[in-house]
């Protein structure tokens, strides 16, 4: 019995102590300030310096808890350490709830946490000197009002600064770079009266972002620049903010404003924000204006909502615009002699040089939109408006487009050249004189032909269908098609239809141009290109790379560039569902047939997919050929070789169509120094003679030929784009 007794008191002894150990643990957490040093989870009721640094990583709990108003925390140069919970529970570094008039200041890092500084509920607070890295967000301002926040840096956290449902607060002087997954400072849903100055965000995904039900902000004297998405972003439904002073520069899109209705537009945007260093002209409800370049300098952006009346001319926009040049619901107004280049989208959002909605009876003149990501010209529910003498030159999707519901606009002496397609008109359009040059797709041309690598005297076969300029058969348009260097050519006609063929009876690079004329003298040029005789092998290698193409190819977070130089440092390139690289540099010998890629790439994918190539690129997952990916959630690095390509290019510049894509879940790209990814291009060339380079994307090389019993018989007949 007296061993028994003896077990149970022991056991009984052991429940105590733990009960007692555990005890001491939640005791820890207690209140401190004023002579009392403060712990981790502690509540401060007193202001306090800290004398040392805290980690708090070991437990979930906040750094430290206000508990009282009136009070200052000064962290004395020290530093906060936490770990974020993720849960509905957060873990906050500063806990700032129903307490007013409270200062956190002079923290060296505050850190690890869901949010580093955390305020609810509460006035009147001033929040200074603190850096605020590595947290879910690194200050976070909720239902609070009057306080200001000043002189803080908020770097490498999924997001700078949130201000939501608060009101009459003070952003100032702030540091806000390299914010993952967020913007560096962000006015959320409720987010009123604030006061936005003088800060510093650079390279986050959104430099300033100002949500939906956001109002009567004021955003001034910001410095923002190399955001990934937007430098700032505007989305509104309601409400006017007032910009100024804001620098923006080589963020993908410097400015972006997305309203709902009108009303969602109506903002105070004046001249002194400046993109890529040029002013904005963000125009509402204004009519009878004059806006000349030649007088005010170059305008970097130029949107007009709701106006009338207004002449801009006279100037060259800047690049990294979302469009740069908008009419939104604006009559009765002209744009002309302005070069609009470089605009870009994303989320299938603007891409434009020029973009006409809900407007009518505007002229556009002596406009010149060259690579933009979208198209040159895009008009949308627009009624009655003219286009004379525009020139849309290599943009990613299309020259011009005529949207549905666009009635009785008129083109005329418009050029289209050198994109993946010339005039996309859904409403019939009055059309005359516009001319479409070496475009990938063309309105009014269809054809086919036989193998473009040929042999001496073997006979080359093509047929053509021909069309007007709305797409309608034309048996009556006028033709002409000329073989460089110069051989007979037959060619039958039946309706619409041409059957031609030549016979090549030297060795090298031939050209077939065609020209087609409807009764309106809009006119159609294109050329193709055969390699005639013996040819060689040649390869070249790309890097995968992490930056922005810069040839017209389809441009974004999901779309990169291969370069013939390696990287430097470590780039990563991601999206949903799939992502884009495009060859940006053209290849020594470039007037070629492709037979086969050989690709070596670090993938990640979150569910299977596929790795593919595609000949001409457009802004899609789509593919020519492909090879099954499968799930990696960590890098892998794979070789896919596409083989039997046989892709002939019509033109040196076709190179800049061609690209590899990974398509699946969540799918990225990585390239490094120590392993760069990279593909093999390998490719025929006739070298008789041999065009081993075209620097200038302007020379078109019609024909670089010898005959067979002689090399130094040789002939190079040039053009020059866009016309020949």
Request: with cysteine.
């Amino acid at each position: 019995m007296l061993k028994i007794k003896l077990q149970h008191t022991r056991f009984a002894l052991i429940i105590a102590f733990l009960v007692i150990g555990f005890g001491l643990t939640e005791a820890l957490a207690a209140d401190c300030g004023g002579a009392t040093a403060c712990n981790c989870g502690d509540t401060v009721i007193a202001s306090t310096t800290l004398s040392t640094n805290l980690d708090c990583s070991g437990a979930q709990t906040h750094g430290l808890t206000v508990g009282a108003d009136n009070i200052t925390i000064n962290g004395g140069g020290h530093t906060l350490k936490g770990i974020q919970n993720l849960g509905k529970d957060k873990n906050n570094g500063i806990n700032i709830v129903g307490y007013n008039n409270i200062t956190v200041t002079n923290f060296s890092n505050i850190n690890n946490f869901d949010n580093g500084i955390f305020i609810e509920n509460s006035n009147s607070n001033t929040i200074s000197y603190n850096n605020t890295n590595l947290n879910t967000y690194g200050i976070y301002l909720y239902l609070a009002s009057s306080t200001l926040v000043t002189e803080n840096v908020a770097n490498n956290n999924n997001g700078g600064i949130l201000i939501k449902s608060s009101t009459n607060n003070t952003i100032s002087q702030n540091t806000t770079n390299q914010n993952i997954d967020g913007a560096g400072i962000e006015l959320g849903n409720e987010a009123d009266n604030n006061t936005v100055i003088g800060n510093i965000s650079n390279e986050n995904i959104h430099g300033i972002d100002l949500a939906p039900g956001s109002i009567s902000n004021t955003v001034t004297d910001n410095s923002i620049e190399a955001n990934k998405q937007y430098g700032i972003f505007i989305k509104s439904n309601q409400g006017v903010n007032n910009l100024s002073g804001n620098q923006m520069s080589n963020n993908f899109n410097n400015l972006f404003v997305e309203g709902v209705g009108y009303e969602g537009y109506h903002h105070n945007i004046d001249n002194t924000n400046l993109v890529q260093g040029k002013p904005v002209y963000y125009l509402y409800g204004e009519s009878d204006q004059i806006y000349d370049g030649d007088i005010i300098g170059d305008i970097g952006m130029f949107w007009c909502i709701s106006c009338s009346e207004i002449t801009f001319k006279n100037s060259t926009m800047a690049s990294n615009n979302a469009n740069s040049i908008f009419l939104l619901n604006t009559s009765y107004s002209i744009i002309e002699n302005v070069t609009s280049n470089n605009s870009s989208f994303l989320y299938d959002t603007g891409g434009s040089g020029l973009y006409l909605r809900d407007s009518d009876n505007n002229q556009i003149k002596n406009v010149t939109a060259s690579y933009n990501n979208r198209g040159g010209i895009d008009i949308e529910n627009s009624d009655n408006n003219t286009l004379i003498n525009n020139k849309a030159y290599n943009n990613g999707r299309y020259g011009i487009t005529i949207g549905p519901n666009s009635l009785n606009n008129t083109l005329t002496n418009n050029q289209i050249f050198g994109g993946m397609s010339d005039l996309n008109d859904a409403s019939n359009s009055s059309k005359n004189g516009n001319s479409s040059l070496h475009n990938v797709n063309n309105t009014m041309l269809s054809y086919s032909t036989s193998e473009k690598t040929a042999n001496i005297n073997e006979e080359i076969n093509l047929e053509l269908n021909l069309f007007d300029a709305d797409g309608n058969n034309c048996p009556d348009c006028s033709y002409l098609l000329s073989v460089y260097p110069n051989e007979e050519i037959t060619i039958e006609k039946t309706g619409n239809h041409l059957a031609a063929s030549f016979t090549p009876t030297r060795r090298g690079v031939y050209s077939v141009a065609i020209f087609i004329s409807d009764e309106n003298n809009n006119t159609t040029k294109r050329n193709l290109t055969y390699l005639i005789g013996e040819t060689e092998n040649y390869q070249t290698k790309y890097y995968f790379r992490g930056v922005m193409p810069t040839k017209g190819q389809p441009i974004g977070l999901d779309a990169r560039t291969f370069l013939k130089s390696a990287p430097t440092e470590d780039e990563e390139w991601s999206c949903t569902f799939w992502i884009i690289n495009s060859i940006d540099e053209i290849p020594d010998y470039p007037l070629s047939n492709l037979s086969s890629i050989n690709s070596y790439s670090s993938y990640r994918l979150e569910e299977a997919g596929i790795i593919g190539a595609q000949k001409l690129t457009d802004y899609t997952g789509n593919t020519n050929i492909s090879s099954y990916a499968p799930i990696s959630t960590e890098y892998s690095w794979v070789n896919n070789n596409f083989n039997n390509l046989n892709w002939d290019l019509d033109y040196a510049r076709d190179w800049y169509r061609m690209s590899l894509k990974l398509n699946g879940f969540a799918p990225k790209w990585q390239t490094t120094p120590g392993q760069p990814a990279y593909a093999e291009f390998n490719y025929q060339y006739t070298n008789a003679p041999a065009i081993k380079t075209i620097t200038n994307d302007n020379i078109n090389v019609l024909a670089a030929t010898a005959s067979l019993e002689d090399s130094n018989d040789a002939k190079i007949i040039f053009g020059r784009y866009p016309f020949s």
